[in-house]
């Protein structure tokens, strides 16, 4: 039996499917997105698999589930004959298996933002689907006071410019909502410098913009 610590050599994928929303019309990136880009930034080769998302979604999840997804929810990763949801969990797997881990610090700040993004996207897309006014009066900006003064803590202008190169799980995260946040309920009236810096240093990933020009004409 092998001890809980042994590490075991992970062999790359043959083929990776990636099967989420087309969100193309809305020009958002959705809690999928997140995964997208972390596949783009770490070169990471992978087929894109559009579902729409439309009134045929229903019968879609349904289905979904029948494959052995309980939750029916997207996106779900196909990678060989393992399937996979859940985004935090699909790109920690991505990550030991390419080799692109950082530190154990480096890792935990960036869970630490995952799980803080999760309750920013979870405020995000429930009011877009029930079309609440106060998220855009009050309950968007204690999400981005938590953000932006975490990152100030964390390491502030040196962990961005870390981010430059291949940005993070927590940093794409944190791109993903603050893009969604605007481009659904319009620009905050409010400054918030390291969010600023952030969104500014993940956009100089030319593998991030090009898909974004090239999907969303943006």
Known sequence: MLHRATRLACAKPSAIKFRYFDLAKMKIFGRGGVVRFFMLANSIPFEDAYVPYDKSWPEKKTALIAEGHP?????VINIDDFAMSECNAMMRYLARVYGVQGTAKEEAVSDMILDKTT???NGLFSTFASGKEEWVKEGRYKHYDVLNSFIEA?????????????PCPGALSLYCVVKDDATLYGAIDK??????KLVAT???NTKITQWTRDNYGA
């Open 71 to 75: 939750s029916g929810a997207l996106p």
């Open 191 to 196: 400054e918030y410098p390291f969010l600023k």
């Open 154 to 166: 964390n390491g502030g202008d040196n962990w961005i410019k870390a981010q430059a190169a291949n």
């Open 202 to 204: 993940v956009e100089l």
């Open 119 to 121: 309750a920013f996207m």
